[in-house]
Nanobody, 121 residues
Framework: QVQLVESGGGLVQPGGSLRLSCAAS????????MAWYRQAPGKQRELVAT???????NYADSVKGRFTISRDNAKNTAYLQINSLKPTDTAVYYC???????????????WGQGTQVTVSS
């Protein structure tokens, strides 16, 4: 079994910054791909940023230049640095990881429970 635990959310004023963390634990052999999604009230979950094992990244157009995704493979942890926060960034942020639990096993997708980010003055 694999668990993903996000942390770092909170209430922040417009223009502020947060750093979200996502730690994978349990039966993790390797993690091929990690991503951050977000879901605002009344809206569909949207992809925010992705990062591969080789640290290749991609971002949604709405966050380019403000969000930075990174990962520490030794710690099985991904991060999302969020700068210049806007009220429209208010959402629950979810971590997703594609995890291989054994050397020859299949890769499965896991989700964290989410962390709330609220941007308000």
């Amino acid at each position: 079994q694999v668990q993903l635990v996000e942390s770092g959310g909170g209430l922040v004023q417009p223009g502020g910054s947060l750093r979200l963390s996502c730690a994978a634990s349990g039966s993790v052999f390797s993690i091929n791909y990690m991503a951050w999604y977000r879901q605002a009230p009344g809206k569909q979950r949207e992809l925010v940023a992705t990062i591969t094992t080789e640290a290749s990244t991609n971002y949604a157009d709405s966050v380019k230049g403000r969000f930075t995704i990174s990962r520490d493979n030794a710690k099985n942890t991904a991060y999302l640095q969020i700068n210049s926060l806007k009220p429209t960034d208010t959402a629950v942020y979810y971590c997703n990881a594609h995890v291989r639990t054994t050397a020859l096993g299949a890769t499965y997708s896991y989700w964290g429970q989410g962390t709330q980010v609220t941007v308000s003055s």
